[in-house]
């Protein structure tokens, strides 16, 4: 089973950047796609970004496109989302999940294994 640890997270003024980190463990760390989530107060949760780096794919969700990146270092098990130029609205705990490569050319299916979260605050 693959288990999950959000950092990266904090207190940011708007404009600013965080990096956010997901490390994985207990499973073949290339053998799946990672996403990550947010959950903002009285919100739905939203998928922001995934990566499949098997397949080289990315998916950003349009509010974060060309503000967000998201890579992968396969050999430290651990996926980054650089956030830049962060809004007040980005404010949110951030998740990120797992999930069995699908090896169909996208990352956004459904996601099995979650972390805890972590909190980002942007402030105006």
């Known amino acids: 089973e693959v288990q999950l640890v959000e950092s990266g997270g904090g207190l940011v003024q708007a404009g600013g950047s965080l990096r956010l980190s997901c490390a994985a463990s207990g499973a073949t760390f290339d053998d799946y796609a990672i996403a990550w989530y947010r959950q903002a107060p009285g919100k739905e949760r939203e998928g922001v970004s995934c990566?499949?780096?098997?397949?080289?794919?990315?998916y950003y969700v349009d509010s974060v496109k060309g503000r967000f990146t998201i890579s992968s270092d396969n050999a430290k098990n651990t996926v980054y989302l650089q956030m830049n130029s962060l809004k007040p609205e980005d404010t949110a705990v951030y998740y990120c999940?797992?999930?069995?490569?699908?090896?169909?050319?996208?990352?956004?299916?459904?996601?099995?294994?979650w972390g805890q979260g972590t909190q980002v605050t942007v402030s105006s």
């Open positions: 990566i499949s780096s098997s397949e080289g794919v990315t």
């Open positions: 999940a797992a999930a069995r490569e699908h090896y169909s050319g996208s990352c956004q299916y459904e996601y099995d294994y």
